[in-house]
């Protein structure tokens, strides 16, 4: 049984299995008949085992025969089998099958052997029992199913979900013409009603609305993390009880405003978008939203997807310059234009706007998200320090080895770069792990894992950087700030927007020190969105959203440390730009080529790939400003969902089966 953070059911988790029992009474004669006919024909007049056929299913298994196999075992011993036995073919098997078969007949009805036989057989798609199987199908119950469903499903159990009506219809409608000739021959229904039954139309459920988790975007990811780590046998027999991370209530208010959101934004051409929120301080995962609709698509882009992060990656380069005391918040740096020689041509990354404002400071090139100075500050401290930063704050992907890099080139999962923004929002402490589960407790109340007790913390960057890239983060945050959007009164709150210059993602990440939360729109199909950017799409949903689940939060100021604050850095300038101000001393800052990407082939040659054409609008860039509504499709925020507690609808626990 899977709980959320509350302790509510948000699903049940049966060996995997969706099963719903139902009496032999209430199964229609024409469904018995369909499975009798296609399995068993002579299930009536046998007493368990059909010796001619346990003859050629034996003989096939003995080595160097050739014989045909299949057709060897009764309703019976298929019962025998799934109730007490393995799948192994092997003559021991099989005599043990036989023996058991004769016992069940021995002890019990043929209706009763023909009822555990329907509930237990598996059908495909998770379902087990003719039940399920019908909800899964046809989206009724079974003993509504007419003659032309209950011949369809009756053929498919020798190989479900090959011959699955979602797999190849065509296929499953050639059963389903078998299983009415063999119930023809035996008797069951005339000619004229098996002919009727093939001709009439057979309506599909569809795949995927039937499949009834609470919450299923983080409760798909709970499932895929048990499968790693435990037996299909312990997940089947150790009745786990397994307490999630999530917060219900947040989590239905982040399913809902992303589908409203994404709604409103179809006319810029913005079609899917993701949410995670989780509490830094214990690795605790809130909240995913992978997708818009579990429904039309279950790929989760919270944690299988990899998108280029644009300038929410510049947080990674600013610390690791102050880190090495090159720069402070209030260092005065230039945005001049700058050019990079490359493979005899030239690279210039420019900022957004095409503009360059001249002197500023740090905490001002961070806020207004300038493309020129993260490029030059890059360059100065080194590509191999900034990926040093980076994964030691949680980042696990590989990163490319070019000044790029410092424009969000490389891509990441929006898992890890919330993890990693996490350690920015605790003053420097990085939790082993985010985890949606709390803990895992056996039938026999044994604990197989605790995150409750147990959390490691481990402090991987100095509080004083730390404070620093909070000083600069909270003003993306404040008025004049590409995040301004963000902004909540009464709360501390830091972040950073992303965009990619040829509108293919936007982002904002924003925390407090209670809790980050992510945000990203874009495209599954990779197409770019109509002026869409992290301060001016993102940010608005990701206040909506925070309104809504810092209410549980009191309000809590980042931890302060002066000891930078009274202590000046000298600015960094590039040698190819305009002059500082004359109280500015300048730091030279030798030209470089981005070095080129390295990769190795399976067969260990080492491959030089030249870098990209340097003569090109860089696709790294971030707007400071929100861009014009198209008439008919605004984005301001009043044009998101209102969401409040009182406006919430909670839904009831379900009790649930998981597939």
Avoid at 104 to 113: A, H, P, R, Y
Avoid at 171 to 190: E, I, P
Avoid at 633 to 646: F, G, Q, R, Y
Wanted: with cysteine.
């Amino acid at each position: 049984v899977i709980y959320d953070s509350e302790g509510n059911i948000l699903g049940k988790l049966y060996d995997e299995e969706n099963r719903v029992v139902i009496p032999i009474d209430q199964i229609p004669d024409h469904v018995k008949q369909a499975v009798i006919s296609m399995e068993d024909e002579r299930f009536y007049q046998h007493g368990g085992v059909d010796n001619k056929a346990v003859f050629r299913s034996i003989v096939s298994l003995i080595p160097g025969v050739n014989m045909v196999r299949g057709g060897g075992s009764t309703l019976t011993q298929q019962l025998a089998r799934n109730l007490f036995l393995t799948r192994d073919i092997k003559i021991s098997r099989k005599v043990a099958e036989i023996f058991m078969a004769n016992k069940i007949e021995s002890v019990l009805t043929k209706d009763q052997i023909l009822q555990l036989y329907l509930n237990e057989v598996y059908w495909g798609h998770n379902a087990y029992g003719v039940e399920s199987a019908s909800r899964i199908f046809f989206n009724k119950s079974v003993k509504n199913l007419n003659l032309a469903e209950a011949s369809m499903i009756g053929g498919l159990l020798s190989s479900p979900e090959y011959y699955s009506p979602y797999r190849d219809f065509k296929r499953a409608k050639w059963r389903q013409a078998l299983t009415l000739q063999n119930m023809v021959r035996n008797g069951y229904v005339t000619q004229d009603e098996a002919d009727k039954a093939k001709d009439q139309k057979v309506y599909l459920a569809g795949l995927g609305k039937n499949y009834k988790m609470a919450h299923p975007y983080f409760t798909s990811y709970v499932l895929s993390i048990l499968r790693q780590r435990y037996d299909d046998s312990i997940l089947r027999t150790a009745g786990l009880k397994i307490y999630t991370t999530i917060d219900s209530e947040a989590q239905t208010v982040a399913e809902d405003l992303m589908a409203k959101s994404i709604a409103a934004l179809r006319g810029r051409n913005i079609t899917q978008g993701a949410l995670l929120s989780i509490d830094p301080n214990n690795g605790y995962i809130k909240t995913i939203v992978g997708g818009v609709d579990f429904s039309q698509s279950e790929f989760n882009r919270v944690t299988q997807a990899k998108r280029q992060p644009g300038s929410s990656f510049k947080p990674f380069v600013y610390l690791t310059a102050f880190q090495k005391k090159l720069l402070n918040p209030y260092s005065t740096v230039m945005d001049s234009p700058i050019s990079y020689p490359q493979n005899g041509s030239v690279w210039s990354p420019k900022n957004y706007d095409g503009t360059y404002r001249g002197s500023m400071t740090v905490l001002d090139a961070v806020r207004r998200s300038i493309n020129t100075v993260a490029v030059k500050t890059l360059e100065n401290v080194g590509v191999d320090s900034v990926i040093e930063t980076a994964k030691k704050l949680g980042v696990s992907s590989k990163l490319q080895n070019n000044l790029s890099l410092a424009l969000g080139s490389s891509e990441l999962s929006p898992i890890e770069l919330a993890y990693a923004y996490g350690v920015i929002a605790t003053g420097g402490n990085k939790v082993k792990k985010v985890s949606p589960i709390l803990k895992i407790i056996d039938k026999d109340g044994n604990v197989l894992e605790d995150n409750t007790q147990f959390v490691t913390i481990e402090k991987v960057y100095d509080a004083e950087s730390i404070d620093m890239m909070l000083e600069c983060m909270k003003a993306v945050v404040a008025p004049g700030g590409s995040g301004a959007a963000a902004m909540m009164s009464g709360r501390d709150i830091a972040g950073k927007t992303g965009t990619t210059s040829d509108n293919k993602d936007s982002w904002f990440v924003g925390f407090t020190p209670q809790l980050v939360t992510l945000v990203w729109v874009g495209n599954d199909n990779n197409t770019s969105m109509i002026g869409a950017t992290g301060g001016g799409t993102c940010a608005p949903i990701w206040k909506k959203y925070m309104s809504y689940a810092l209410s549980k939060y009191p309000p809590k100021p980042f931890k302060r440390v002066d000891s930078w604050r009274n202590k000046s850095v000298k600015g960094i300038y590039h040698n190819n730009t305009s002059q500082p101000a004359n109280d500015q001393e300048t730091v030279t800052i030798t030209e470089v080529t981005p070095e080129p990407t390295v990769s190795s082939s399976d067969e260990g040659i080492t491959i030089i790939e030249e870098p990209k054409d340097p003569d090109f609008d860089n696709p790294y860039t971030e707007s400071t400003e929100t861009p014009p509504p198209i008439e008919g499709d605004k984005i301001e925020e009043s044009a998101l969902p209102t969401i409040s507690p009182e406006d919430i609808e909670i839904p009831e626990p379900l009790e649930t089966q998981i597939p």
